[in-house]
C-alpha cells in the first residue's frame, strides 16, 4: 500500500508530527510506503512529492488545516480523516472553517478519532457520518534519548516541579496556568513550574514569556525533542494541562503510559486519557485545582497510587492494526 500522511505545516514536536511519525514508523515496518506531506501556510500542496509517491490512499491530519489545500490541489484518491480537538470543537461551529469541514467530512472515505467520546458524540449529533467514524485507538512510541530537566531547572531534591507539555498557543491555556499556580506559591508551596512546546503563536507566546519574567519559580525550556520527553516526564512530580480544548492529547497519553501522575482540565479530550483517581486528578476550577496539588504535595501514597505505568493501554501496533485495516477497506 502507497499511503500520503498529510499533515499542517508546524513544528516538528507538534502532536500532528508525532502522530504522523509514530504511523510512518509502524506502517513502513509491515512493509507499506509511507510518504508524509506538510501543507503551507498559504494553502500550498506539495505536487511534485506527491507525484513522485504515487499513492493509493491518502490519511489527512487536520479536517480544516490539512483538508482545506486537500480540497484545493490534492490528488483524485480516496482518503480518511483524523479529527483533531480544534476541529470537532472550534472548526466544526466556525462560520468559515465548518462549510469545508464538512465538505472534508462528507469526501471522505472514512473519519477517525482517537478519542472514543468524540466517536460517540459525532455520531449522536451527525447520524449521516456515522457510517464512516471510526475510533482509532491511541497508540503510543517511548522515546530513549535523555533530558536533565531537574538540572536545568536546578531543582532542589524539595522542590515539587509541574511540568506542562503543551504547545504555545490560547487553546492550551498556558498563561491562565500561571494564575492558578501563583496562589499555591504564596501559600507557602516549593513549586516550579516549567512549560516545554513549539511558539504556534508568537503574540501569545511574548505575553507568556513577560509572565514568567517577573516569577522565579516557572520557566520555559523550549521544544524538548519527542524522544527525549519520556525521560523529562519521568523526572517531574506532575504533568499539568491546563488546556481549553483536546482530541486526545498525546503528551498526556505519554503521561500515563509512563505512569506520571497528572492534573488536567476536565474535558472530554482530558477524560478520554484520565481516570480521575486511577492515573490523575481531574479539575474544573481554580479550587479544585488547588486541592488536587495540595493533595499530591501533601499525600506521597496518592502520588505512588497515580503512578502505575500502562504502556500496554496505548499499544502503538493495535493502532497501526485498526489503521492498517481501516485502510485496506477503502481501497478494497
Same mark, same amino acid.
Given at each position: 500500500?502507497?499511503?500520503?500522511?498529510?499533515?499542517?505545516?508546524?513544528?516538528?514536536?507538534?502532536?500532528?508530527?508525532?502522530?504522523?511519525?509514530?504511523?510512518?514508523?509502524?506502517?513502513?515496518?509491515?512493509?507499506?510506503?509511507?510518504?508524509?506531506?506538510?501543507?503551507?501556510?498559504?494553502?500550498?500542496?506539495?505536487?511534485?512529492?506527491?507525484?513522485?509517491?504515487?499513492?493509493?490512499?491518502?490519511?489527512?491530519?487536520?479536517?480544516?488545516?490539512?483538508?482545506?489545500?486537500?480540497?484545493?490541489?490534492?490528488?483524485?484518491?480516496?482518503?480518511?480523516?483524523?479529527?483533531? #480537538?480544534?476541529?470537532?470543537?472550534?472548526?466544526?461551529?466556525? =462560520? @468559515?472553517?465548518? $462549510?469545508?469541514?464538512? /465538505?472534508? *467530512?462528507?469526501? !471522505?472515505?472514512?473519519?477517525?478519532?482517537?478519542?472514543?467520546?468524540?466517536?460517540?458524540?459525532?455520531?449522536?449529533?451527525?447520524?449521516?457520518?456515522?457510517?464512516?467514524?471510526?475510533?482509532?485507538?491511541?497508540?503510543?512510541?517511548?522515546?530513549?534519548?535523555?533530558?536533565?530537566?531537574?538540572?536545568?531547572?536546578?531543582?532542589?531534591?524539595?522542590?515539587?516541579?509541574?511540568?506542562?507539555?503543551?504547545?504555545?498557543?490560547?487553546?492550551?491555556?498556558?498563561?491562565?496556568?500561571?494564575?492558578?499556580?501563583?496562589?499555591?506559591?504564596?501559600? #507557602?508551596?516549593?513549586?516550579?513550574?516549567?512549560?516545554?512546546? =513549539? @511558539?504556534?503563536? $508568537?503574540?501569545?507566546? /511574548?505575553? *507568556?514569556?513577560? !509572565?514568567?519574567?517577573?516569577?522565579?519559580?516557572?520557566?520555559?525550556?523550549?521544544?524538548?525533542?519527542?524522544?527525549?520527553?519520556?525521560?523529562?516526564?519521568?523526572?517531574?512530580?506532575?504533568?499539568?494541562?491546563?488546556?481549553?480544548?483536546?482530541?486526545?492529547?498525546?503528551?498526556?497519553?505519554?503521561?500515563?503510559?509512563?505512569?506520571?501522575?497528572?492534573?488536567?482540565?476536565?474535558?472530554?479530550?482530558?477524560?478520554?486519557?484520565?481516570?480521575?483517581?486511577?492515573?490523575?486528578?481531574?479539575?474544573?476550577?481554580?479550587?479544585?485545582?488547588?486541592?488536587?496539588?495540595?493533595?499530591?504535595?501533601?499525600?506521597?501514597?496518592?502520588?505512588?497510587?497515580?503512578?502505575?505505568?500502562?504502556?500496554?493501554?496505548?499499544?502503538?501496533?493495535?493502532?497501526?492494526?485498526?489503521?492498517?485495516?481501516?485502510?485496506?477497506?477503502?481501497?478494497?
Amino acid at each position: 500500500m502507497r499511503l500520503l500522511i498529510v499533515v499542517p505545516r508546524q513544528d516538528r514536536a507538534t502532536g500532528n508530527w508525532v502522530t504522523a511519525s509514530r504511523l510512518r514508523e509502524s506502517l513502513t515496518k509491515r512493509g507499506h510506503l509511507v510518504t508524509i506531506a506538510e501543507t503551507g501556510n498559504n494553502d500550498g500542496f506539495p505536487a511534485d512529492m506527491v507525484a513522485a509517491a504515487q499513492p493509493e490512499v491518502a490519511l489527512l491530519l487536520h479536517a480544516w488545516r490539512s483538508g482545506r489545500p486537500w480540497l484545493k490541489m490534492g490528488p483524485r484518491i480516496p482518503f480518511a480523516v483524523l479529527l483533531t #480537538g480544534t476541529d470537532v470543537h472550534v472548526g466544526m461551529r466556525d =462560520p @468559515v472553517q465548518a $462549510p469545508v469541514i464538512a /465538505e472534508v *467530512l462528507a469526501g !471522505a472515505a472514512a473519519i477517525l478519532s482517537q478519542n472514543q467520546l468524540t466517536v460517540a458524540t459525532l455520531c449522536a449529533d451527525h447520524p449521516e457520518l456515522a457510517r464512516k467514524l471510526r475510533h482509532l485507538p491511541p497508540g503510543i512510541t517511548l522515546g530513549t534519548a535523555r533530558f536533565p530537566l531537574r538540572s536545568t531547572l536546578a531543582a532542589s531534591a524539595g522542590d515539587f516541579v509541574l511540568l506542562c507539555p503543551a504547545g504555545i498557543r490560547p487553546v492550551k491555556g498556558v498563561l491562565e496556568l500561571l494564575d492558578l499556580v501563583e496562589p499555591l506559591i504564596h501559600a #507557602g508551596h516549593p513549586l516550579q513550574l516549567a512549560y516545554c512546546g =513549539p @511558539v504556534l503563536d $508568537p503574540d501569545y507566546g /511574548e505575553r *507568556l514569556f513577560t !509572565a514568567i519574567a517577573s516569577r522565579p519559580w516557572a520557566s520555559y525550556l523550549g521544544s524538548i525533542p519527542p524522544e527525549a520527553m519520556p525521560d523529562a516526564m519521568r523526572q517531574a512530580d506532575v504533568i499539568v494541562s491546563n488546556s481549553f480544548s483536546e482530541g486526545l492529547p498525546n503528551a498526556l497519553v505519554e503521561a500515563a503510559a509512563l505512569g506520571r501522575p497528572i492534573v488536567a482540565r476536565d474535558i472530554p479530550g482530558n477524560r478520554a486519557v484520565i481516570e480521575s483517581g486511577g492515573n490523575g486528578l481531574l479539575y474544573a476550577d481554580a479550587a479544585s485545582f488547588h486541592i488536587a496539588i495540595r493533595q499530591l504535595c501533601n499525600e506521597p501514597a496518592l502520588r505512588a497510587e497515580l503512578s502505575q505505568p500502562t504502556p500496554q493501554q496505548f499499544s502503538a501496533e493495535r493502532e497501526t492494526t485498526v489503521l492498517e485495516t481501516t485502510l485496506k477497506e477503502i481501497l478494497a
